[in-house]
């Protein structure tokens, strides 16, 4: 469920930027704190082994078919939630650069959906609270997991409908997108959940000193004030990305507002323009026809698109194509000029 | 190999040691012409399509000038669009009114939506492959850490691409070794390994990364390693680095409020 650049507005994507550019900063911070030099290459080394852990397909139980594992709850159960968070980012990070695996605008929203929710949220409030501290029994262990990997990833696929209905991008209304969103991963939580357990069961077998099993490196907390300037960062991209989607272009919205109140008649031009365009939409040719529309709701209603104008998309398709075709061109052309010698 | 999605990442750091005026921009600059790039392409609202298309210049003239092979860039293109083309296909459902024709074809709204994203997601991807391609991962390490970011984000994340290649391998020979005994797996009826065997096999290569772990720690303390990795000598902003970031950005910002595929289309079509 990684986001893509594409799904996302610069709104929203700056500001989950922010957020977790903030939750980054913290875990640094507090990590900062603990003083353990040993932490850099264990995440390190932890970080390239969910890696290689995502290479190794498992049979998901009860079906033909297979699927790997995050890795989001087993880096909290190991690293606890700083040094898990910042793991999970350098992941998300590496696979945005290396691999193109989402991009670097929806990186903020990546690093939220998927760091936050396991790290600071499933980790100390679930499975730290049914595990405890001491040893678990295996049954206890396996059922935290559980728990705690559907808790990790549910919110997480949450947050990519909003952000992308945010952004003004998909057009599938808010509930039916979380409908289809929210049981798929609450499906690939429970199977994460096994999936982590089985880890984590051998390794608590094998070598007991390697599965932290006390709460001292575990200061869960993220300060109030962080809290606060999260929720604040939240709610002000909200507000930014709502009106940002609902008029995708301030000055064009802004010159359509005032052009609306000069030409006075525009809903009656409008709507005789729509009247036409049922009859012809059909017709060859019509995008050529100057003057012509096409769009538009039928209604009263704002047009949900821009009204395009005929002659303009027959000159946007015209430019847009010689553009690309020169673009392209020039990269090739400028092979030629570059030496190009391998180091 | 099982992972679908594996591709040698070491593939973008090798062609970042190709010599060119492109790779010899400061990583800072090549950082914030990107994001700006990103940006600005995002930005323009979904409907306009065509004013997309002079993007195309940035990372064609990139990748031309630096020298960069295809092949490399368009896998990776290939594997990052699906879940873009996913969420876009569901506009061609939800949005069916025509609102544009092209010589008889009535488009959709859903169409141009679903288009518009796929290019936008082409573009952004491109510009962050040619980033890496042109700069190198220890480059762009540190320059993220002169302007700013923490310190033990960046060491992590070049240790993950450093022990990347070495856990895997390790993965895949275990895999392999899994594969040769076959334990009670029967290939052919599924391509995953039972729940029970992936733990046990997973937590091997847990345990042994974790060791693995251990032996890095003492090598580093015993050669003087105090938690932070210095970039002194790598980074010079010449110059040559303002006339890029400078001539970028202002060709970026232009190109974000002119449109001159209409303007040009306008010219040769003869309409408006």
Redesign the interface.
């Known amino acids: 469920?990684?986001?893509?650049?594409?799904?996302?507005?610069?709104v929203v994507?700056?500001t989950m930027w922010l957020v977790s550019g903030s939750l980054?900063?913290h875990s640094?911070?507090s990590?900062?704190r603990d003083t353990r030099?040993?932490l850099?290459?264990?995440?390190?080394?932890?970080?390239?082994?969910v890696?290689?852990?995502?290479?190794?397909?498992?049979?998901?139980?009860g079906t033909?078919?297979?699927?790997?594992?995050g890795g989001g709850s087993l880096l909290s159960i190991?690293l606890g939630p700083h040094a898990a968070f910042?793991?999970i980012?350098?992941?998300l990070?590496?696979q945005?650069?290396?691999?193109?695996?989402g991009?670097?605008?929806a990186l903020g929203c990546n690093i939220f959906n998927l760091g936050f929710f396991p790290a600071f949220l499933a980790y100390p409030f679930v499975y730290r609270k049914i595990t405890g501290s001491g040893a678990s029994p295996r049954a206890r262990i396996l059922g935290a997991s559980v728990i705690a990997a559907s808790t990790g990833l549910v919110p997480g696929a949450a947050a990519v409908v909003l952000q992308?209905s945010f952004s003004?991008?998909?057009?599938?209304p808010v509930p039916t997108f979380l409908a289809l969103m929210l049981p798929i991963h609450l499906a690939i939580g429970i199977i994460e959940g096994?999936?982590t357990?089985?880890?984590v069961?051998?390794?608590s077998a094998?070598?007991p000193d390697?599965v932290p099993s006390h709460a001292a490196s575990c200061r869960a907390g993220i300060h109030p004030l962080t809290l606060g300037l999260l929720a604040g960062a939240l709610v002000l991209g909200g507000i930014g990305s709502w009106f940002a989607s609902a008029h995708?272009?301030g000055l064009?919205w802004a010159i359509e507002r005032v052009a609306g109140q000069l030409g006075g008649s525009r809903s009656g031009w409008h709507a005789g323009l729509s009247e036409i365009?049922e009859t012809t939409?059909?017709?060859?040719?019509?995008?050529?026809r100057?003057g012509g529309t096409?769009?538009?709701?039928g209604d009263a209603g704002e047009p949900?698109?821009?009204a395009?104008d005929?002659?303009?998309?027959?000159?946007?398709?015209?430019?847009?194509?010689?553009?690309?075709l020169?673009?392209?061109l020039?990269?090739?052309?400028?092979?030629f000029?570059?030496?190009?010698?391998?180091? | 190999?099982?992972?679908r999605?594996?591709?040698d990442?070491g593939e973008?750091d090798e062609l970042a040691?190709?010599?060119?005026?492109v790779h010899r921009l400061d990583p800072r600059a090549k950082i914030l012409v990107?994001?700006l790039y990103?940006?600005v392409v995002?930005?323009v609202?979904?409907?306009?399509?065509?004013?997309?298309?002079?993007f195309?210049?940035f990372?064609?003239?990139g990748?031309?000038?630096?020298?960069i092979p295809v092949t490399p860039i368009v896998r990776?293109?290939a594997?990052?669009l699906p879940?873009?083309a996913m969420?876009?296909a569901?506009?061609l459902v939800?949005?069916r009114?025509?609102?544009?024709?092209?010589?008889?074809i009535?488009l959709t709204?859903?169409v141009i939506?679903f288009a518009s994203?796929?290019i936008?997601?082409v573009l952004?991807?491109s510009?962050?492959?040619l980033?890496?391609s042109v700069t190198g991962?220890h480059r762009?390490g540190a320059g993220l850490a002169v302007m700013g970011v923490?310190?033990?984000?960046v060491?992590?994340?070049?240790?993950?691409?450093?022990?990347?290649f070495?856990?895997?391998d390790?993965?895949?020979s275990m895999?392999r070794a899994v594969d040769l005994r076959s334990a009670g797996?029967h290939p052919g009826?599924?391509?995953?390994?039972?729940?029970?065997?992936?733990?046990?096999?997973?937590?091997?290569?847990?345990?042994r990364?974790?060791d693995?772990?251990?032996r890095?720690?003492r090598a580093?303390?015993a050669r003087g390693?105090?938690?932070d990795v210095r970039y002194a000598g790598i980074l010079r902003f010449r110059s040559m680095d303002w006339v890029f970031l400078g001539s970028c950005a202002a060709v970026l910002i232009a190109l974000r409020w002119a449109d001159?595929?209409?303007?040009?289309?306008?010219v040769?079509?003869g309409?408006?």
């Not at chain 2, 990748?63 to 020298?67: P, Q, Y």
């Not at chain 2, 060491?155 to 990347?164: D, G, K, P």
């Not at chain 2, 001159?260 to 306008?266: D, I």
């Open positions: 469920m990684h986001m893509a650049d594409a799904l996302i507005s610069p994507g700056g980054l900063a640094a911070r990590l900062r030099d040993d850099t290459p264990l995440m390190g080394v932890l970080g390239a082994f890696f290689a852990a995502q290479m190794i397909n498992f049979t998901i139980p033909g078919s297979s699927g790997h594992i190991l910042l793991t980012a350098s992941v990070t590496v945005a650069l290396f691999f193109a695996d991009g670097l605008l992308t003004g991008i998909s057009e599938l096994l999936a357990a089985a880890v069961l051998f390794v094998a070598r390697m995708p272009d064009e365009q939409a059909v017709m060859p040719d019509y995008g050529f100057p096409a769009a538009v709701e949900k698109w821009p395009v005929a002659g303009t998309s027959a000159a946007g398709v015209i430019g847009g194509a010689l553009v690309l020169v673009a392209v020039a990269g090739f052309a400028s092979r000029g570059s030496a190009r010698n391998t180091a | 190999m099982s992972g999605h594996w591709i990442p973008l040691r190709i010599d060119s005026p990107t994001a990103i940006l995002m930005s609202s979904p409907d306009r399509i065509a004013a997309l298309m002079p195309v210049l990372p064609s003239l990748f031309g000038i630096a020298g990776r293109l594997i990052a879940f873009a969420i876009g569901l506009n939800v949005d009114e025509i609102v544009l024709s092209v010589c008889g009535g709204g859903g939506s994203i796929l936008r997601a952004t991807v510009a962050a492959l980033l890496v991962t762009i923490p310190g033990i984000f060491t992590q994340v070049l240790f993950l691409v450093r022990y990347l070495v856990i895997s390790e993965a895949v895999r797996y009826r599924s391509r995953g390994l039972p729940l029970r065997l992936f733990g046990s096999l997973m937590g091997s290569l847990l345990v990364s974790l693995r772990a251990v890095v720690h580093m303390r390693f105090t938690g001159p595929t209409q303007w040009l289309g306008g040769i079509a309409v408006r």
